[in-house]
């Protein structure tokens, strides 16, 4: 099965840079994913991360070590529309369900 | 931009009664999946779908929820007899292939009393 870690909450400034760590365990790696959810929204996609090495998507950037089973998602220049839970999430090991860890909660304050 | 719609978008129910939860995913997608998230909790997995099978459940998908694709667009999620419990917002999801990103819908918000 899947095991998924990441820290419950954070906050941070705007304009600072913060970085939301995802240690996993699963049967069977098929990549991983990072979604943003604002309160009471869907999630949406931000990155997904299959090989080693950092992946750099505008403010966002997202890095993956298979070895270590950790990834870490990095939010440059943060602002107040920032404040989101950020959700790790793997594919099991047949590729037929997404499974989230259960959201790091960021805070912006100004 | 193509988006997978839901409805409705909150439903309220008696203890007990059936309610059935509808979908239009993207119109290429091929995979649908129902998630399910309590207030304040994680996205939890229910069901996925493909080729007009169950492809994978979770725990929680019991004898007490079923899906269907009953034509060419709906892809739809039955809760029968309906418990205090199953009050959640409920996430209908696509994608084009499997393992890869899903598009979700914005949810239905379902209120057992």
């Known amino acids: 099965g899947q095991n998924i870690d990441q820290p419950t909450e954070m906050t941070a400034t705007e304009g600072a840079i913060v970085q939301i760590n995802c240690t996993y365990q699963?049967?069977?790696?098929?990549?991983l994913f990072w979604y943003q959810q604002h309160a009471g929204e869907a999630p949406t996609f931000l990155s997904y991360?299959?090989?080693?090495g950092l992946e750099e998507k505008g403010r966002f950037s997202s890095f993956l070590s298979r070895s270590k089973g950790y990834s870490y998602l990095l939010l440059k220049e943060l602002q107040m529309k920032d404040s989101a839970s950020y959700l790790c999430?793997?594919?099991?090991?047949?590729?037929?369900?997404?499974?989230f860890g259960k959201g790091t909660t960021l805070s912006v304050s100004s | 931009e193509p988006e997978v719609t839901q409805t409705p978008s909150h439903q309220v129910t008696q203890m007990g009664q059936e309610v059935i939860l509808r979908c239009v995913p993207i119109?290429?997608?091929?995979?649908f999946y129902w998630y399910r998230q309590i207030l304040g909790q994680k996205v939890e997995f229910l069901v996925s779908?493909?080729?007009?099978?169950?492809?994978?459940k979770s725990e929680i998908f019991d004898d007490q929820f079923s899906v269907e694709r009953p034509d060419g667009s709906n892809f739809t999620l039955k809760i029968r007899s309906t418990k205090l419990e199953d009050s959640a917002m409920y996430f209908c999801?696509?994608?084009?292939?499997?393992?890869?990103?899903?598009?979700f819908g914005e949810g239905s918000r379902l209120t057992v009393l």
């Open positions: 999801a696509s994608s084009d292939l499997a393992g890869e990103e899903l598009f």
């Open positions: 119109s290429n997608h091929l995979y």
């Open positions: 779908f493909y080729n007009n099978e169950i492809s994978e």
């Open positions: 999430a793997v594919p099991n090991q047949a590729g037929t369900a997404l499974i």
């Open positions: 991360n299959v090989l080693d």
């Open positions: 699963t049967s069977g790696f098929n990549g």
